[in-house]
């Protein structure tokens, strides 16, 4: 039975080889773009999978790369023991970065923005409350009407088809994105994608993926996540339709 998430996903066009590794090949989402914007949101509410937790308290493995990165943003959320070890697991960082971050707050975050000038933007990490998040939509969009339009009509119809999926119900999704692709001249989409940590539950679990998180639930909080999206593009339409209305406005006066 074809699931209702399928015109949400990349087309799957088989597998290749390449040496000695296999890829699977699938659908370019920017296939006829000249100057896409792109924006990559991280969706639930942690990006870390309850195994990793489970490994992390059996056998740590300390990583210094991730120490390196704390150190840069907040030294002071390490403890005196990560400073002396000069390490971290790469649970502790993974969990650091979802409670540092909107991924905590508003159930997503965003990773990175490339605009049409193929300028990236990645300082997002600090941003928790949903003003934020539509400011960053504002800018993204250039505050484009018909392009934040599309951008919410395609959230609405996938929150329907979500809510539809025997998949979703299913499966823990844990560091999936949604990747938000327009261009000045054509039509706004979103896609899911990054399916890496997506795992299957029990036959007995029926996950609702809009409640919090308990260690053994396994629910990831996707669709609090997509709710919080779509408060903050309903938002960014209202600002845009304001500023549209003013442009408007001083047009007609000065004629």
């Known amino acids: 039975m074809r699931d209702p998430l399928r015109p949400f996903v990349p087309q799957y066009h088989g597998m290749v080889t390449r040496g000695e590794q296999c890829y699977m090949r699938l659908e370019d989402l920017l296939s ?5 914007v792109i924006m990559d949101c991280k969706m639930g509410l942690r990006t870390y999978q309850e195994e990793e937790l489970a ?14 990165k704390m150190v840069k943003m907040d ?9 002396a070890q000069r390490g971290v697991t790469k649970w ?23 605009m049409a000038d193929g300028s990236v933007q990645r300082d997002f990490k600090k941003i928790l409350t949903s003003a934020k998040v539509t400011e960053a939509f504002l800018y993204f969009t250039k505050s484009q009407l018909d392009i934040l339009k599309a951008y919410h009509t395609r959230l609405l119809a996938l929150s329907d088809a979500l809510t539809n999926s025997s ?29 890496g ?32 999206l779509i408060t903050s593009l ?7 339709s304001c500023q549209e209305e003013d442009s408007s406005g001083e047009g007609q006066s000065i004629t």
């Open 75 to 83: 030294p002071s959320a390490l403890s005196a023991e990560e400073h």
């Open 234 to 240: 309903s938002q960014a339409i209202s600002v845009a």
């Open 167 to 195: 998949f979703f119900r299913t499966h823990e999704v844990i560091g999936s994105s949604l990747l938000f692709v327009h261009e000045h001249s054509s039509k706004a989409s979103v896609w899911m994608i990054d399916f």
């Open 92 to 114: 502790r960082y993974l969990q650091w970065r979802d409670t540092t971050s909107s991924t905590s707050t508003l159930g997503f975050r965003i990773e990175g923005i490339m």
């Open 197 to 228: 940590k997506t795992t299957p539950v029990h036959d007995t679990i029926k996950l609702r993926h809009n409640i919090p998180w308990t260690e053994g639930s396994r629910e990831d909080g996707y669709l609090i996540g997509l709710t919080s």
């Open 32 to 36: 006829g773009l000249r100057r896409p």
């Open 55 to 68: 490994k992390a308290l059996n056998k740590a493995t300390f990583r210094s790369d991730m120490y390196q």
